[in-house]
């Protein structure tokens, strides 16, 4: 089966005009917003050329390596070689890319814009890096209606609608694509209706208090939700929006890398969602309907001061020095009141029972379909 790269050596020649923007050209531009474009670009509005960025990145960055990877992010710049071989996208110029980590105010977020050869614009926020800040803002989603890295997504898309006054895309994947779909829900009302669609792939999705806000009704019908069929970060919470699902050439969460996914031509192979999937789904929804908003913080803040704990900025690093990072952790578990500590217990334990009812209904639903087929 087919992935991106194969797109864009067979109809990345092609142009808009003969063929409209898609949902793959947006899964491309919303892989690429991975590369690490520091150095090259800066939050100016000053076009840069692919084909320069292309080469200033790999003038300090090994192609070889970047070959090698089995690492969605360290292979996104590999997608640039196959943009620049055709006339869809060679033309396309890049402009403000920011890219920040704020520990203080557990935010991460980077975004890159895309003029492309059409006149439209393509904003891209970048998913979850492997920092531990990042993933915290993940997890804060569960019981704030808003993080600082979302409200920083719609200052991003005001700026860039201030400036480019042509149709939008935007679009993100996984944290990305949950910054994407806020930033055009909540951004400027002159700015949202020139969004032609907003694109989440496998992102997370909101509480039910952002859902129903006028903004986010408004965006609703242009927003596009891409999942592969054993979505695990693309079911978290929930998004009101009909998914596409694609059929991935991995299992489990593998899936959520990109370039698994599966296409012919300019369309996705599409599946449907797989058990594995729909277990992960009910686990989080039973789990965070038992656990209220209090105690979801507690949890978070617990378990990321473990993390932090560590003193490892990634969970790479915690991995690479996992024994010093281990008793680190179980130290700070140690010095937590015993109320804490219970309370904590608590929480995860009902985590798991949520897990095993879930398991039990998936099991019992195959045995139904089983007898039923008989």
Known sequence: MANIFDYLKWRGDVPFSADPFNAIDNLILAEL????????????????????????FFKTHSRSEAEKSKDHIERAPLLMDGMLSGGRFRDTKLVKYVNIVNADKDMQIAAVTYLLNDGSAYVAFRGTDSTIVGWKEDFN????????????????????????????????????????????????????????????????????????????????????????????????????????VVKSSENGIAQHDVFTWQLERNSFVTAKPSAFGTFIMNSQKDWLSKIDDESREMFVNTLFSLFEATGADTF???????????????????????????????????????????????????????????
Request: include cysteine.
């Open 141 to 244: 989603m569960s019981y704030l209606p808003d993080t600082e890295g979302q409200r920083s997504a719609v200052r991003y898309l005001n700026e860039v609608g201030a400036k480019h006054k042509g149709p939008i895309w935007v679009g993100g994947h996984s944290k990305g694509g949950n910054f994407a779909v806020y930033a055009a829900a909540f951004c400027r009302e002159e700015v949202q209706d020139r969004i032609v669609k907003v694109y989440t792939n496998d992102g997370p999705g909101f509480r039910d208090e952002v859902m129903s806000r006028k903004g986010y009704q408004s965006i609703l019908p242009r927003v596009v939700s891409v999942i592969p069929d054993t979505s695990i970060i693309g079911m978290l919470l929930a998004s009101k929006v009909k998914h596409i």
């Open 316 to 374: 790479g690093e915690m991995k690479e020095n996992f024994f010093t990072s281990a008793e680190r952790m179980l130290s700070t578990i140690n010095e937590l009141s015993r109320e804490r500590q219970n309370e904590f217990k608590e929480i995860w334990g009902e985590l798991i029972q949520s897990s095993t009812q879930a398991v039990k209904d998936l099991l019992l639903d195959m045995m139904e379909q089983d007898h039923d087929r008989i």
């Open 33 to 56: 917003a991975y590369v690490d474009f520091g150095g090259i670009l800066n939050d100016s509005f000053r076009k840069i050329s692919l084909k320069t960025v292309d080469e200033r």
